[in-house]
Each structure stands twice: as structure tokens, then as C-alpha cells.
């Protein structure tokens, strides 16, 4: 078994990051040289993933534009003999059926995930939101996900990092079983709570944004009712399978698998000038020009 189709939900409204999002879908929103759409999209496709269906809002035309192919613009970049920029522009995504489904309401990301049962029939699937990276050098976090889901025979597999007991409430949060039980770190996951109060919160293990999981998923979010935020969660339904006696695996952030997202201001700044900093070819630069406006301070 393999598996080589993911679900990337694209559909939020970016309210945290108007007037930002006003008319460019967050997940849009650059980091660095590339929209974090695109880092994880790229992270799929070293992880093997060859059929990406993106579940889209508002925000789809521009999406699609980013990942199709301008004639115009190619002819352009040929004429000018800007073969480099050629080159990169083609290989976006080059070799992946992308295809779009599109959630026509706002009722959460499990719905989000549901509105995509048709093209993914009763294949096993990578879930990865599209607004979250990991770590500066192409992360293998799909492929590990994928690795110990077939090797726990895991109904689902979902990563989790460890956060400060003050943010748990923004997150997913893990009821830690049995530890280490593939001898790679990865834990049992006894029972699940989407955005928990810090005080009834079991873990300070926080979902991070990219899962794997076995079709059957999508029978329980059909059946999943409203929960936190009147939205239809994909904990909630993952946490019905933990009840039914399913097996959940959680696999750990490495140390390197620092967590980039774009959810909100403080963390899409950070995470834009730590990812520009990397740049290969501008980030030394960047780096002087921040230095120099610290000095200044
Ligand atoms: C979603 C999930 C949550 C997870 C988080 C980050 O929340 O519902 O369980 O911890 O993504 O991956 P959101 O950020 O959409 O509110």
C-alpha cells in the first residue's frame, strides 16, 4: 500500500489577517521567494504525492492561476531569455493532478476535508493544511506520517508539537497512550480535544496541521455534528474513531520542523523574515539590512 493522494483545505477566510486577506487567499501569502501554498505543495511532492486535490473558497481563482499555465507569460520570459525563471515556473507542481473541489460554505475544516470523498473514493489520503510549513529544508514530515501509517497499520496518523500551556486552546489537542511504540518516537493517541480550556487540556501535544488517514474518515465526518466554533471539526471525527476502537498514532515534530504558519500577523511575520532569511540567493542580504536596522534601535 501506498500513498500517493493529498487534501489540501485552501478554503479559510483569513479574518485574523484582514485587511491582508482582503483579496489574496492566505494561503497565498508569500514566505519567502514562494507562497506557503506552494513550500507545501513542493513538501508533498517529495513525499511522493502525485494527486493533490485543493479545497477551495473564494479565494480559488487566484489559486488556480498560481498553478496554471500563462502562454502569455512563458512566451514573454522566451523572448526576454529568461530561461531560469522559465524553468521554475514550469516545474510548479509539474507532474501532479491538481485537482479543485469547491466548499461552497464555511462549516469547518472537517467539512472541508468531506467535500473531497468523491475524488478520493476509498484511497488512504495526507491531509496538509495550507497554511502551515515545517522547518527550512524541505521537511519529510509527509513521508514519516505515511512511513508509520503503514507500519502501525494505523487508521490515522496525525503530527503533533509540543506548545506552550498557554496556547493549547488554540489547537487539537493529544491524550497521550503508550509511548515509543514503533521505536521511532511515535505515541499512542488515547482520545483527542479540538481547542480545549488550558485546564482541561490532557497534553501539551498540539495537531500540527498534517495527517494521514484511511477513507473510512469520511463516514465519520458526515455523521460528525457542529462542535467548537459551530464548525464541523476533523478532530471531532477522528476522535469517534479513537472511540470505536480505532487506532490514532501521533508522530512527534523533529527538533529541525520548526512550525511556519500564516495564521496570523505575529506568526506571519516571524515566520516570512526566518524563511527570507534562509533565501539561498537573498537571505544574506536581508539578514544584513535587519542587523542594521537592530543596531540602529
Ligand atoms: C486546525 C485544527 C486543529 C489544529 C490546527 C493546526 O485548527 O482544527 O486541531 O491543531 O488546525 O494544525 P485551526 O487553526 O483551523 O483553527
Known sequence: MSVDVAV?????????????????????????????????????ESAGIRHIVLVTGAGESSIRQHFGIDSNLERQLLAKGKADQLTQLQSLADGIQIDYVRQSRQLGLGHAIWCARDIIGDRPFTIALGDAMFGLNNSTLCQRLQRVFINTSADAVIAFHEVPKDRVSRYGVAKVGA??????????????????????????????????????????????????????????????????????????????????????????????????CADPIHGNALKQQLQAILDKD
Open 179 to 276: 509511548t515509543n511504540i514503533d521505536g521511532e518516537g511515535s505515541f499512542e493517541v488515547a482520545d483527542l480535544i479540538e481547542k480545549p480550556a488550558t485546564a482541561d487540556a490532557p497534553s501539551q501535544y498540539a495537531i500540527a496541521a498534517r495527517y494521514v488517514c484511511h477513507s473510512q474518515i469520511f463516514n465519520l465526518l458526515g455523521n460528525t455534528k457542529e462542535g467548537v466554533g459551530g464548525e464541523i471539526q476533523l478532530t471531532d471525527a477522528l476522535r469517534t474513531l479513537i472511540l470505536a476502537g480505532g487506532k490514532v498514532v501521533g508522530v512527534p515534530l523533529q527538533q529541525n520542523e520548526k512550525r511556519f504558519d500564516v495564521g496570523n500577523f505575529d506568526s506571519y511575520f516571524s515566520a516570512f523574515v526566518e524563511v527570507a
Open 8 to 44: 489540501v483545505p485552501v478554503a479559510g477566510l483569513g479574518t485574523r489577517l484582514l485587511p491582508l486577506t482582503r483579496s489574496v487567499p492566505k494561503e497565498l501569502l508569500p514566505l519567502g521567494s514562494k507562497p506557503v501554498l506552494q513550500h507545501v505543495i513542493d513538501e508533498l
